[in-house]
């Protein structure tokens, strides 16, 4: 299994992941047009040219950032890839300076492990708001938003 930057030719393959997981867990669907326009955020895991797991890094201002679209294939849970893929994450933040990560999460216990603390939405800059203004469940949603602190 390697962990490594996507090429825009994986897009599609992004695309089916997410969407596949976001029928049965609490991740949101993506548009494949979105994922072309983001595919420098993302990370993958690949596995004999398939993917098997995603992650992407989002920066949103000067010291901030945020993960997104988490998935791992049912088939290849619980071999650390999910967490190889936010460790992965938070380095690249770490290359950029940034100086806080954060997700919108209905698992907190999982993100707890990566030193992620849950906050008070209202700590979140407005901006990120926007894509939540289009999701279904605004705005009574129960995500918890989690921060987590870089060195
Ligand atoms: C969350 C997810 C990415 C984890 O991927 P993974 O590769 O299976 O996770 P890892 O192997 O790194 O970690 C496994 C550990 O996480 C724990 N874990 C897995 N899912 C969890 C959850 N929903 N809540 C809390 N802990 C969880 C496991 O119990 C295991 O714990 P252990 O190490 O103490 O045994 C994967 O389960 C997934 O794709 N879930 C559906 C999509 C999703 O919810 N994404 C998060 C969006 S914010």
Redesign the pocket.
């Known amino acids: 299994m390697k962990i490594q930057k996507p090429g825009v030719k994986d897009a599609p393959k992004i695309y089916q992941l997410i969407n596949r ?1 976001s029928k ?4 949101l669907p993506r548009a494949l047009g979105y994922i072309f326009e983001n595919i420098r955020d993302f990370w993958v895991a690949e596995e004999k040219n398939c993917i098997i ?1 995603c ?1 992407a890094l989002h920066f949103v201002w000067e010291d901030l950032a945020e ?8 088939d ?11 460790k992965m994450a938070l380095g690249e933040a770490e290359e950029y300076r940034i100086k806080k990560v954060f ?9 707890k ?1 990566f030193g992620f603390k849950v906050v008070d939405k209202s700590e979140l800059p407005h901006k990120i708001w926007a894509e939540c203004i289009n999701c279904p469940k605004f705005p009574d949603c129960n995500e918890e938003a989690m921060i987590k602190e870089l060195a």
Do not use: M, Q, R
């Open positions: 997981a049965e867990y609490e991740v797991g992650v993960i997104k679209s988490l998935v791992v294939d049912d290849f849970k619980g071999k650390d890839i999910g967490g190889s893929l936010v997700v919108l999460t209905f698992i907190p216990d999982y993100f492990k």
